[in-house]
């Protein structure tokens, strides 16, 4: 069984920074790929980030130089950290797991999610 609870979603400014959380219960071990999605009202979710087991990191263009994804293996849990927030990285953010050390950029190449967790972010 395998669980993952995200938190630290929330509303704030364009310039603004959040952290967002996700616990991720069961499912560990080296041969993994957690990445963060975000999902606006009637558009597909769309991969922003991604870390693989042996700390690989990948992020989409318009992303890069402001997110970070970090995972706290003791605490088994994932992060996205996102600096410099834009109007346009509102929506719900998912994390998710795929069994592999293959990350991917497609959403239905991982078969685990959390419930997600709203961002908002204002001009």
């Known amino acids: 069984q395998v669980d993952l609870v995200e938190s630290g979603g929330g509303s704030v400014q364009a310039g603004g920074s959040l952290r967002l959380s996700c616990v991720l219960y069961?499912?560990?071990?080296?041969?993994?790929?957690l990445g963060w999605f975000r999902q606006v009202p009637g558009k597909e979710r769309d991969w922003v980030a991604a870390?693989?087991?042996?700390?690989?990191?990948h992020y989409t263009d318009s992303v890069k130089g402001r997110f970070t994804i970090s995972t706290d293996n003791a605490k088994n849990t994932l992060y996205l950290q996102m600096n410099s927030l834009k109007p346009e990285d509102t929506g719900r953010y998912y994390c998710?797991?795929?069994?592999?050390?293959?990350?991917?950029?497609?959403?239905?190449?991982?078969?685990?999610w959390g419930q997600g967790t709203q961002v908002t972010v204002s001009s």
């Open positions: 998710t797991l795929r069994v592999t050390n293959d990350c991917s950029i497609r959403a239905a190449m991982y078969p685990y």
């Open positions: 069961g499912g560990s071990g080296d041969g993994r790929c």
């Open positions: 870390i693989d087991g042996d700390g690989l990191t």
